[in-house]
């Protein structure tokens, strides 16, 4: 059970406590005839909302990331107390945390280990009022500031109405701002309209400035399928591409991320997904080293697009392939199951098998993260591998195994893997030593685990 080490002085029984922030030490008296924690009497808080009237453990639960005196925190569960009891020891805790230690057998003080001599427990009406009358103005101000964020939020969609020119990228700019950084402001936007609003500010005529700013508030809201279909006009979505090349790092993050979420679930004819200027802007984005913020959604949109299958050469034909191969060893993770994964898709088309053959980094990259990341990287590496060895058997499968490629096969086939990825190993081996005399092939696993 945790014990809480308090700093400062505490002893409720002594009548002095801590109330944080440059450690000054009060007593209750004081506490309540001076207002200090949300005294005066707790009958009136921020607002004119009466004290009584607030639920404290609901306002405990909202305001939980807020920094609360210790005083108000059970030295048992080092959570606020809603019902402190003091021992006769002088120490308080949460009620029921006191006679949850007493049910176990416990007859000593938690915090000092003192014997009690009477195992009675008084409410500590003072200290509770304290505790919700210092609740009470902590929430009733953080709903004032609520209602002043969603004020402001209606008020910039009023001004966005009216505005043109430089006006409107600074109206965007302070909307996004409010956007970002309050969820209440996310709501009063799409409730009133906003979302409709601001997708209506975008279009062929529309200045990057104003596009920037637009595309960095939608793509923290919540689209509706209507709004959606707005922003999927060839239009906006030209304006979007355009931007992802040719914008700041911020601004190609917030186009791919929004574009990602206009693709997800749409059973999309090829007129955006083939957009070469997309998967272009899409690679440079990704292959940005200054930028690594931007290859995970880079990576994630790519992926989406390649969902389409009437895309994928396309796809191949702008060197998608050994840009993505370049980029294996670099990547983390997650961004390395994306980029298998999108080159597993390219491979199911005569072009991506292709590209992946003429690649000189393709085998030995590939054979590399076999039974090294995760058994999801190993089944789409042996995928990968199985397309390329399979297009050139006599080529590949030699180039295969002298990268080692044997003996990560037979690794596979005696893990704890799967079925199906075992057997997708052991045809792969059989492929492979059709180029080799059994003694040969016997030799070259044994050397290659050897060295590994």
């Known amino acids: 059970m945790p014990m809480y080490q308090p700093s400062g002085a505490r002893r409720v029984g002594d009548l002095k406590f801590d109330v944080g922030g440059g450690g000054q030490v009060i007593d209750l008296e004081t506490a309540v005839k001076d207002g200090i924690l949300g005294g005066g009497g707790g009958l009136v808080c921020g607002g004119g909302v009466a004290a009584e009237k607030l639920d404290l453990k609901k306002m405990i639960e909202e305001l939980e990331s807020i920094e609360i005196p210790s005083v108000f925190i059970c030295p048992i569960s080092l959570e606020p107390m809603q019902d402190p009891v003091t021992l006769c020891t002088g120490q308080t805790y949460e009620r029921s945390n006191i006679l949850k230690w007493f049910s176990l057998g416990h007859y000593t003080c938690p915090t000092t280990m003192q014997e009690l001599w009477d195992d009675s427990v008084t409410p500590n009406k003072t200290l509770h009022q304290l505790i919700h009358s210092w609740f009470s103005q902590k929430y009733s101000a953080m709903k004032k500031r609520s209602e002043d964020v969603q004020g402001r939020a209606l008020e910039i969609l009023e001004t966005l109405k009216k505005v043109k020119g430089q006006a409107r990228v600074q109206a965007l700019k302070e909307l996004r701002q409010v956007v970002t950084a309050h969820s209440s402001a996310k709501s009063t936007v799409v409730d009133n309209g ?88 899409l690679l440079r984005l ?87 990341v995760s058994e999801t990287c190993t089944q789409l590496a042996l995928s990968i591998l199985w397309a390329v060895c399979k297009l050139a058997p006599e080529e590949c499968a030699s180039v295969a195994v002298e990268a080692g490629l044997a003996a990560k096969l037979l690794l596979v086939i005696q893990s704890g893997c799967n079925p199906t990825l075992k057997q997708r190993a052991a045809e792969l081996l059989k492929l492979c030593s059709l180029n080799y005399t059994t003694t040969t092939f016997i030799s070259k696993c044994k050397l290659t685990r050897t060295i590994q």
């Open 194 to 281: 906003g979302t409709a609003l601001i997708s209506s500010l975008l279009g062929p005529f529309t200045s990057h400035a104003v596009g920037s700013e637009a595309v960095g508030t939608l793509v923290h809201l919540d689209l509706s399928t209507e709004s959606k279909n707005s922003l999927m006009q060839p239009a906006k979505i030209s304006l979007m591409v355009d931007m992802l090349n040719e914008g700041s790092i911020e601004t190609k993050i917030n186009c791919t991320k929004l574009i990602d979420v206009l693709m997800e679930g749409q059973d999309l004819e090829s007129e955006i997904a083939s957009s070469l200027s997309l998967v272009v802007g």
């Open 286 to 372: 990704i292959r940005d080293k200054r930028h690594s913020k931007g290859v995970l959604p880079g990576l994630s949109l790519l992926k989406t697009i390649c969902s389409h299958e009437s895309v994928r050469s396309s796809v191949v034909s702008v060197g998608t392939v050994p840009q993505l191969v370049e980029l294996l060893p670099s990547l983390n993770h997650e961004c390395l199951e994306l980029a298998l994964h999108i080159l597993e898709v390219l491979s199911t088309v005569e072009e991506g098998r292709e590209a992946l053959r003429c690649c000189a980094k393709t085998i030995p990259s590939v054979v590399g993260l076999l039974m090294k």
